[in-house]
């Protein structure tokens, strides 16, 4: 059986920049790992990530994001804008990802959730990916699907609401 994952907003980015990468390029061997069984999964992203990965890019297109703080070329941010399109629409055979709406339950869900923000620093939209995550399991027949996450505030409300995630571009599970 294949794995189910979701994808936040910034595991969905970091998938997008490092499977981009022409082969042996990405950052190290675990990367390419992550990548790949990532790939290998049922992949979902949450409704508020398709809308928030086109600020992640763009915050990267001006030059906010990284180290480098260099505005990245124009034509990188349209093969990455083309490589979410493909994602989302199924027409991209690097990745496949549904997505998954958030009705009324995922709210009052997020809402509970989200109150594990007064001890740890994760956002709203955060809340209601976690949320989607924990609906998504009962849909799926029981089956649990992780959330791919490397926010280390997130990962800790997860682990107190048993929700599963994996680090998969930090390599750490639980």
Request: aromatic share 8%; glycine share 12%.
């Given at each position: 059986m294949k794995a189910v994952y979701l994808l936040d907003t910034n595991a969905f980015?970091?998938?997008?920049k490092n499977a981009s990468l022409p082969l042996g390029e990405n950052s190290n061997i675990?990367?390419?790992?992550?990548?790949?069984?990532?790939?290998?999964?049922?992949?979902y992203i949450s409704l508020i990530s398709l809308v928030e990965i086109i600020s992640v890019i763009g915050k990267?297109?001006?030059?906010g994001g990284?180290?480098?703080?260099?505005?990245?070329?124009p034509k990188v941010v349209k093969q990455w804008l083309k490589l979410v399109e493909d994602s989302t629409s199924?027409?991209?055979?690097l990745l496949s990802l549904s997505i998954l709406p958030f009705s009324e339950k995922t709210i009052a869900e997020a809402q509970k959730i989200v109150h594990h923000a007064l001890l740890h620093n994760f956002g709203s939209l955060d809340a209601i990916i976690a949320a989607t995550a924990k609906e998504c399991s009962s849909i799926k027949n029981n089956e649990n699907t992780i959330l791919i996450t490397s926010d280390k505030g997130l990962k800790a409300c997860l682990t107190k609401c048993e929700i599963p995630f994996w680090d998969a571009f930090q390599q750490n599970c639980s």
């Open positions: 980015f970091n998938f997008i675990a990367t390419e790992e992550a990548v790949n069984t990532i790939k290998a999964g049922t992949c990267y297109a001006r030059g990284g180290a480098n703080k260099k505005r990245m070329k199924g027409r991209s055979s």
